[in-house]
T-cell receptor
Framework: DTEVTQTPKHLVMGMTNKKSLKCEQHMGHRAMYWYKQKAKKPPELMFVYSYEKLSINESVPSRFSPECPNSSLLNLHLHALQPEDSALYLC?????????????????FGQGTRLTVV | ELKVEQNPLFLSMQEGKNYTIYCNYSTTSDRLYWYRQDPGKSLESLFVLLSNGAVKQEGRLMASLDTKARLSTLHITAAVHDLSATYFCAVENTGNQFYFGTGTSLTVIP
């Protein structure tokens, strides 16, 4: 099973709403990621969790709040978003790579949640 | 600031032709990855390059890594329409940070 599952696939929310994006993997990966991708642009790293602890926050606004309840799940809580936050949000997972190099080190990506903020 | 640049950004090529996509990066990393993305879809892992001089091939695609030059190439041989997609290289920086290149949008014309 090399699958990363994201829900929902599509989400439309108002600027005053609170919503959550969910991500799940069962590959035993201990690093999980959130990326944001605008149309025709590369994915931008937002957050990295390593062993359920937040290890990297790429200066993301506080209206995005990540959570890693356990080693298989990753959430992204959204509150008071702006229209410019509309994008494809991608979750990914990999083996924890800090200090190691393994042949199976690539990140596996979910199908993404296409978010529209109105 | 880590920079990962690809060129060309857009590539239109005829079926049967060969071409190379270049990926330059600014950090001293020896781990580089290539991904493919179809329109509206997620990213599919193509190659994992973990050392200087690494070369991997799969079908009509071949990737290589020169860590001294901080350069990776993705070579396309005898292109077919099914290869039309956007290709991204990604560099891993100090563990668990994957930074993506600017992307190359490839269109293969019959």
């Amino acid at each position: 099973d090399t699958e990363v599952t994201q829900t929902p696939k599509h989400l439309v929310m108002g600027m005053t709403n609170k919503k959550s994006l969910k991500c799940e993997q069962h590959m035993g990966h201990r690093a999980m990621y959130w990326y944001k991708q605008k149309a025709k642009k590369p994915p931008e790293l937002m957050f990295v969790y390593s062993y359920e602890k937040l290890s990297i926050n790429e200066s993301v606004p506080s209206r995005f709040s990540p959570e890693c309840p356990n080693s298989s799940l990753l959430n992204l809580h959204l509150h008071a978003l702006q229209p410019e936050d509309s994008a494809l949000y991608l979750c990914a997972s990999s083996h924890d790579l800090a200090g190691t190099a393994t042949p199976n080190s690539e990140a596996f990506f979910g199908q993404g949640t296409r978010l529209t903020v109105v | 600031e880590l920079k990962v640049e690809q060129n060309p950004l857009f590539l239109s090529m005829q079926e049967g032709k060969n071409y190379t996509i270049y990926c330059n990066y600014s950090t001293t990393s020896d781990r580089l990855y290539w991904y493919r993305q179809d329109p509206g879809k997620s990213l599919e892992s193509l190659f994992v390059l973990l050392s200087n001089g690494a070369v991997k091939q799969e079908g009509r695609l071949m990737a290589s890594l020169d860590t001294k030059a901080r350069l990776s190439t993705l070579h396309i041989t005898a292109a077919v329409h099914d290869l039309s997609a956007t290709y991204f290289c990604a560099v891993e920086n100090t563990g668990n940070q994957f930074y993506f290149g600017t992307g190359t949008s490839l269109t293969v014309i019959p």
